[in-house]
C-alpha cells in the first residue's frame, strides 16, 4: 500500500489542550510540583549546570567517563520539560531560572558553533573523534529539542538561534562532501531532533542532514569502523561486539528487525518516521512500518516495555520477554510512545495509538514514583526480594528490594518523563483539513478549526477507571468536519451517541467516524466497555506460559505483597473465578483496582528437603480475595514482591 | 550430637572395586578411551604442556591473563584422572605418557621447592603476592591429589616427592611464624589436598598446614586486604565485591551460610571436613554441618547443581533456583559430590550418600557428551534457542543452541569430570571394624577384610534402571560383619531376603544393617521399589511454582524437543496422567525412559498482536504422548529445547 503522506493528519500541539482533571492532569501537577523542581535540583547538585559555567575551579570530576559525556542531555530535557509546562501552565520564576540556563549554554558555545560541556572545554582535540560512543550528536539532539520547545512557549529565540548555529556547525562537518565525515550519531536522537528544527525554521538543510544520517548508517566501510581505525582502536574491540547494538550493522533499508539498545532503536525508527513524512520516501514508510511490526509483534511486554536485557540495554530475540530481569527501561517505554506517535501521523491506524496508549499508562507512567520524586531506570514485571535487573549478586545485602530512585549515575529517564508528561496534552488529537482524530481520553479542553471556523472540544471522563467519555462541541457558527474518535484495541464493544440517538458506526482502522455540521451544544457520548479481561501471552512468550495478566482498559494491573502476601508465584487465579473492577478513592487519590477470588497452591507443611515426591506433600488450595492494582503504582507502598503475570488455574 | 569421630567408617579405596559393568562402567570406558585422550590432546595443543616445558621458544601468551596462572591445575587433574585409571585399569602406553610429563614438572621444580609454571618463570617477582586472584595455591592442591593418586597407582615417588617439596616450600612461607605470611588460599582446594598428603605420608605438618589455612580464613584484619595494600591497590577495587565470593567475609567458624563462588566452596568444605575428621575438632564438624545444610536445604537444584548465577559462578541467596540461567557448573556438581562423601565420614548418615547420588546422577554425568569428548561447563535445567547460560545477549548469532564444547578458555571441568569418573568405584563402600557400608549400586565386585578374614561382595543389577540388586558374598571362611545397605532418601519402600528370607528390616540413619555371619555363597536381595515420582519443588522456588519434575530412582528426567516437538513451556503432565518407565535398549546403548499422557496447551491459532484476551484465544489442549530421557544424556542428540520442570495441570 502506497501512503498518501500529502495528506497525513498532523498532531495538534499541546498548546492547544487544556487537562481539566483526571489522571494525565494530576500526574502533570506532579511533574510541576515535584519533577521538575527535583530534576533542577539534580542537575544542580551533581555539577551538571556547573559544567555549562566552565567555572575551572569548579570543573566536573577529572577522571573520564562516557557518563559525563552526555550530561549535556540532562539539561537539555529539562528544559525541554519546563518548555511544555511553561506553555500550558506560565511560571515567573521558573521561565526564569530557564533563561539562566540558557544563558549558560549559550555562553558555553564556542565561536564556530560548537556546543559541549566536555569536548567543547576539556579535550578539544577529541570532537567528533568517536561519534559511536562519546554522544556529542545525541546532546545535540535533546538541546534541539529542548530549544525548540522553549522557542515555542516563550517566543524567545536566544536558544533556538544557539542550538541553530550547532546544527549548522554539524551540517558542515558531516555529510558526502569533500572534507566531511561521513558519521552519523552512534546514539541515534539528533535525527528526530532536525526534523523538528526544520520544522520550526523551515530550513531545509535540517532536514537533509538528517536524511544524510539515516541514509549512511550502517553502509559499507563502516564509519564506526573507520573513526575506530583513526583514534588507533581495533573495531573489534568494540564493548559490545555487535553493532546491532546500535542499529549500525546494515544499511536502514535493509533492516527488518529492532535490535540492540532499545531507546537508541526508537529514536532511531522515530526519526526515520519523520523524514519518510517530510521527504514522502515511500521505502523508508515500508522500513519504518517492517521495524515496528517486529519491535511490537515479538519484542514488547504487555506494559509498553522493551528490551529484556541490561547486557545492551535492549533487544535480545523474538519472544524473549523473561519478567523477572526486564529492563524495560523507562526511556524504552517513551522512544516507544514517541515512535507510535509518528507512526500513525504515516500510516493513521489506532493500532499505533493501541501501543501509544499502552506504554504510556503502564511502563511510563510506572517510571516515576506518585509523589513524583523518585524513578525507576528498569522496570521489571515481577519483583522480589534480593532480586534487580541491573545484576543477580551475592551480594546484594543493602536493600532487598528493587525501588525508584532519586537520581542515577546515568539519568536520563528522570527528564524523559518530566518532558513526556508535560507535553501529553500533545498526543490527544491530530487532524487533516477535515477530520479531527481524538487518540487519547481524559478530562481536556482542546481549540482546533476547520476551515476557518474556530472549534471547542470538551472531554468529560473519568477514563481509565470508566470508559465512559463525554463530548461537548462548542462552535459559534456551524463547523463541517469529521470527529474521529479512538476504538482502543483493547474495548471489544462500544456504544456511541450523538445527541443522544445512537449511532450504529463500525470502526474503520481503529476510529468511529462521525461526519457531521457540528453545532454548538452538540453532545457525544462514547461508552467503551472495560471489563475486567485476563490476557493471554502469545504461546512463544515461555515465561508467561500458563499465566494471565489483568488489564482494564490500557491499564495493566499487578499483584503487590502489601496486598496478597508473599510468595505470589504460588498465587493461582481460577479459571471461573469472578473478577471485579471497583474505585478505590483512597488508593493514590482514587485508582480502580481489581479483586477476585484466587487460590494459594502452597503445601501446608513441608517435609524436609528441597524437593520431595508430589504424593507425599500435602497442597492447600486455599482461597483468598485477591487485590490487584495498576502496574505503574507498584512500589508506592510497603517493599515487597511484585507481579504481573500471575498463574492461571 | 557429639560425633564419635574416632570409629567413623573409612571409605574403601577404589582399587577394591572392580566395576563388572553397567552405566559406571561404560561411563569409565568412555573416560578411558575418549576424554582422558581428548583432555590430553588439549593440554598438549594449548600450550599447557610446553608451558612445563618452560622453553622459551613456546611460551605461552604473553599478555597476562589470570586464566593461564591456573593452567599447572588442568595437568594436575588430568595426572589424578591418569591415576585412578591406571590403578583399576592397567596401560603401559598412558603410563609413559604420564611419567614424562611428571619429568616435565620434575625439572620444572625451583631449587627451593616452588613449582608455579606463570610464577616460576615469567613473574618470579609476583610469587605469593595475590593469593586472593592468582591460583598458585590452587595448582598446588591439585598437582599434589594427582601426585598422591599416582603414586597410589603406580607406587613411583617421583611425582610425590615433587609435591612433597613443594608442600614443605608452602608451610614454609605460610603460617603464624616469624617471617610468615599469614595467608591461605583464594580459591580453596589445597586444603583438602594436603590432608590426602597428610594421610598418605603421615606428616602432620600437611594437615596442620591444612587446618591453618582454614582457622586463619576470614581472620581480621584480613589478608587479601592485607596483600592488596602491599601491591598497592584498593582491597575496596576487589571485582567481585566481597569476600563472600571466596569464602574469607569471617572466620570459618562463624559462617553459617554457603556463599559464593560455588567450586570455591565446596572444595573447602571438603577440606573442612576433612580437618575436622582428622583432627576430631567437634566444632569443625557442626561447621561441616551447618554449611552443608545450608548448602542443600536452600541452594541446591533438584539436579545436584549449585550455583545459579554466572556472574560470581556461585550462590546467590536461599530459594534463588533459576534455570534457564542456572550455571550450576559442573566443576560445583562434583565438589558437592566430594563434600558429601567426606560429610557422611563425619557423620555416617545416608541423607548425605542421597545428596551424592543425586550430584552424579544427573548434574555431575551431564558434564561429558555420551562420546566422552564434548563438555558442560554450566549445566542449565531449561535450554531455549539463543539463551546460554554465560550470557544473555543480542549477538548471539553463532549457534543458536547452548552445547558441550570440546574445551574451554577455563577447562576446569573436562578433567574434573574424568577424575571422579575414574575414581567411581572408590565412592561405592566405606567400612568399619565390623561393618561393610554399601552407598551406591552398580554391577561390581569388592573385597574387603574383617578381623583378617577376606571377603569378596559382588553386585548383579541394572541400577539406576531397575532397583533390584542381588549380592553374593564370597569368603573362604564365615565372616562376621554388619552389611550395611543404603536404602535411598528417593525410595519409598523396599524388601530385602537373605539366602531367600525375608529380613524386615528398619532402615537406620539410611542403612538396612545385617548383622551376621556371612557364609560363602551366601545371598542378599534388595529390591528398591522404583516408580515414576512427579517431583513437587519447595514452595519458596518461585522459579518452579506450579511445576513438577519426574525423577526414576536417582535420575531426575527432562524433555527434549527432539521427541516432544517445541515450545516445551506450554506442555503440562494432567495430574491423573499415568506416568510410565520403560527400557529403550537402542538409546545411548540403554537407558530407562518414561513416557505418559501429556497436554500441549496452546491456542490453535493466535490472532494477532503479542497479548489476547484470553476469551478470544482458542486454547486447544492437544492430548500427546510425551518421552522423557535422562537429564544427563541432553543436548546428544539433534538440537533445541531442554525442560525439567514441567506444568502440572
Redesign the interface.
Known amino acids: 500500500m502506497v501512503i498518501e503522506v500529502s495528506s497525513s493528519p498532523k498532531p495538534v500541539y499541546l498548546d492547544h489542550v487544556e487537562l481539566t482533571g483526571g489522571l494525565w492532569q494530576e500526574r502533570q501537577a506532579t511533574n510541576r510540583s515535584r519533577t521538575i523542581p527535583a530534576i533542577h535540583h539534580q542537575l544542580e547538585t551533581t555539577g551538571r549546570l556547573d559544567a555549562w559555567r566552565m567555572d575551572p575551579n569548579r570543573e566536573r570530576p577529572k577522571h573520564r567517563s562516557v557518563i559525563y559525556m552526555f550530561w549535556d542531555s540532562d539539561t537539555g530535557k529539562w528544559l525541554e520539560a519546563v518548555a511544555y509546562s511553561l506553555h500550558t501552565h506560565p511560571d515567573p520564576e521558573l521561565e526564569k531560572q530557564a533563561d539562566g540556563i540558557i544563558s549558560l549554554i549559550e555562553k558555553a558555545q564556542k565561536p564556530d558553533g560548537y556546543l559541549n560541556t566536555w569536548f567543547g572545554n576539556l579535550e578539544p582535540e577529541n570532537r567528533w573523534r568517536n561519534l559511536r560512543d562519546w554522544h556529542e550528536m545525541y546532546n545535540a539532539g535533546h538541546l534541539i529539542e529542548g530549544a525548540v520547545a522553549y522557542y515555542k512557549a516563550t517566543g524567545k529565540r536566544t536558544i533556538l538561534d544557539v542550538l541553530s548555529r550547532f546544527a549548522d556547525h554539524i551540517d558542515s562537518r558531516f555529510g558526502p562532501g569533500d572534507g566531511q565525515k561521513r558519521g552519523y550519531p552512534g546514539h541515534p536522537e539528533l535525527e528526530l531532533a532536525l526534523v523538528k528544527l526544520y520544522r520550526e525554521t523551515g530550513d531545509a538543510r535540517y532536514l537533509n542532514l538528517s536524511k544524510y544520517f539515516i541514509d549512511e548508517r550502517g553502509q559499507e566501510p563502516n564509519y564506526f569502523d573507520i573513526e575506530s581505525r583513526e583514534r588507533g582502536e581495533d573495531p573489534a574491540d568494540f564493548w559490545?561486539?555487535?553493532y546491532?547494538?546500535c542499529q549500525a550493522h546494515k544499511p536502514i533499508r535493509e533492516q527488518t528487525e529492532a535490535?540492540?539498545h532499545a531507546v537508541r532503536a526508537c529514536y532511531l525508527y522515530a526519526g526515520i518516521a519523520d523524514v519518510a513524512l517530510e521527504t514522502q520516501d515511500q521505502e523508508l514508510v515500508e522500513v519504518s512500518r517492517r521495524l515496528w511490526d517486529d519491535l511490537?509483534?515479538?519484542q514488547?511486554y504487555?506494559t509498553g516495555g522493551l528490551g529484556?536485557?541490561h547486557?545492551?540495554e535492549?533487544?535480545?530475540?523474538a519472544y524473549?520477554l523473561p519478567n523477572e530481569?526486564a529492563y524495560a527501561e523507562t526511556c524504552a517505554a517513551i522512544s516507544l510512545a514517541f515512535c507510535a506517535h509518528r507512526m500513525f501521523h504515516l500510516d493513521p491506524n489506532g493500532r499505533y495509538i493501541d501501543v501509544m496508549e499502552r506504554a504510556l499508562y503502564n511502563n511510563v507512567l510506572s517510571g516515576a514514583s506518585y509523589e513524583g520524586d523518585h524513578f525507576f531506570y528498569a522496570n521489571p514485571l515481577t519483583s522480589?526480594?534480593?532480586?534487580n535487573p541491573y545484576?543477580?549478586?551475592?551480594?546484594?545485602t543493602s536493600d532487598r528490594h528493587y525501588r525508584r530512585q532519586a537520581w542515577y549515575f546515568c539519568p536520563c529517564c528522570p527528564p524523559n518523563w518530566a518532558r513526556i508528561v508535560a507535553s501529553i496534552g500533545g498526543y490527544f488529537y491530530s487532524t487533516t483539513a477535515d477530520r479531527l482524530y481524538v487518540h487519547l481520553y481524559n478530562r481536556n479542553q482542546a481549540d482546533f478549526a476547520f476551515g476557518g471556523k474556530a472549534v471547542r472540544l470538551e472531554q468529560q471522563t473519568d477514563y481509565p477507571w470508566d470508559g465512559t467519555v463525554q463530548f461537548s462541541v462548542g462552535a459559534e457558527t456551524p463547523v463541517e468536519f469529521e470527529l474521529a474518535l479512538r476504538i482502543p484495541?483493547?474495548c471489544?464493544s462500544f456504544t456511541l451517541e450523538v445527541n443522544g440517538v445512537p449511532q450504529p458506526i463500525t470502526p474503520v482502522n481503529g476510529y468511529a467516524v462521525i461526519a457531521r455540521r457540528w453545532e454548538n451544544g452538540d453532545r457525544v457520548k462514547l461508552v467503551l466497555d472495560m471489563p475486567v479481561?485476563?490476557?493471554?501471552?502469545?504461546?512463544?512468550?515461555?515465561?508467561d506460559?500458563?499465566h494471565?495478566?489483568l488489564?482494564r482498559g490500557p491499564v495493566v494491573y499487578c499483584l503487590e505483597e502489601v496486598d496478597n502476601g508473599p510468595?505470589?508465584?504460588?498465587i493461582?487465579i481460577p479459571s471461573e473465578s469472578q473478577l471485579q473492577a471497583s474505585f478505590d478513592a483512597d488508593l493514590f487519590g482514587g485508582v480502580s483496582i481489581i479483586t477476585g477470588d484466587a487460590v494459594r497452591?502452597?503445601?501446608s507443611s513441608?517435609p524436609g528437603?528441597?524437593?520431595?515426591?508430589?504424593?507425599?506433600?500435602q497442597?492447600s488450595r486455599s482461597p483468598f480475595r485477591f487485590k490487584a492494582i495498576p502496574y505503574y503504582l507498584w512500589a508506592n507502598r510497603e517493599p515487597g514482591e511484585m507481579r504481573v503475570w500471575i498463574?492461571?488455574w
Not at 545484576?391 to 546484594?396: A, D, P, Q, R, Y
Not at 528437603?609 to 508430589?614: G, I, M, R, S, W
Open positions: 559490545a561486539q555487535t546491532r547494538y535490535t540492540g511490537t509483534s515479538h514488547m504487555i529484556p536485557a547486557s545492551n535492549g533487544f535480545t530475540f524473549d530481569t522480589y526480594p534480593n532480586v545484576e543477580h549478586w551475592s551480594g546484594i484495541g483493547w471489544r479481561e485476563r490476557v493471554a501471552p502469545h504461546p512463544e512468550i515461555r515465561e506460559a500458563g494471565i495478566a488489564q510468595r505470589l508465584a504460588n493461582a497452591a502452597e503445601p513441608w528437603e528441597l524437593y520431595q515426591p508430589l504424593s507425599v506433600v497442597y498463574r492461571e
